[in-house]
């Protein structure tokens, strides 16, 4: 196996899948948030609860500025934080009922357009695909070993 290859194939799949991903979530984002914040609800709509911390870990952001949008984001009701009954100054992060009832309206409309993009897509290639999916998730998406 010519590991090298593999990799230069996984970075081509990867900014794939950030152009996919992207086209499937343009235009979903309303005029009440920006791309910065749409990101940040995406993220707790999948991972919820999860500390500042993580956030800015996994959008690249410094912890000021995820704070502010947090605020921001709280204001206008789309979050909750919730304080961690083992440590006081330490807080989570959750999606409020509004900020659930957005995130599900989008994840509908892109959900509306996956299955735009698969419609033509045998049961067959539909199962490869599944396949294939759970593989990576298993072995190169690790949400523990991540390094």
């Known amino acids: 196996m010519d590991k090298n290859a593999l990799f230069n194939q996984f970075v081509t799949f990867t900014a794939s899948v950030h152009q996919v991903t992207n086209d499937l979530t343009q235009n979903i984002i309303t005029d009440a948030i920006t791309p910065v914040q749409y990101k940040i609800l995406e993220y707790l709509k999948v991972s919820q609860p999860v500390t500042i911390t993580e956030i800015s870990d996994c959008h690249h952001m410094s912890l000021p500025n995820t704070s502010r949008e947090l605020k921001k984001l709280q204001e206008k009701k789309f979050i909750e934080k919730i304080s961690d009954k083992d440590d006081r100054r330490k807080y989570f992060v959750r ?5 659930e009832q957005m995130m599900n309206e989008a994840f509908a409309c892109i959900e509306t357009r996956f299955q735009q993009l698969i419609h ?12 294939a999916l759970n ?9 523990d070993d991540r390094l």
């Not at 045998?122 to 490869?128: G, I, P």
Request: hydrophobic content about 35%; aromatic content about 4%; cysteine-free.
């Open 95 to 99: 999606l409020s009922e509004d900020g």
């Open 135 to 143: 593989i990576l998730q298993q072995k190169v998406f690790k949400l």
């Open 120 to 131: 033509d897509v045998s049961d067959e290639d539909l199962e490869e695909i599944k396949h």
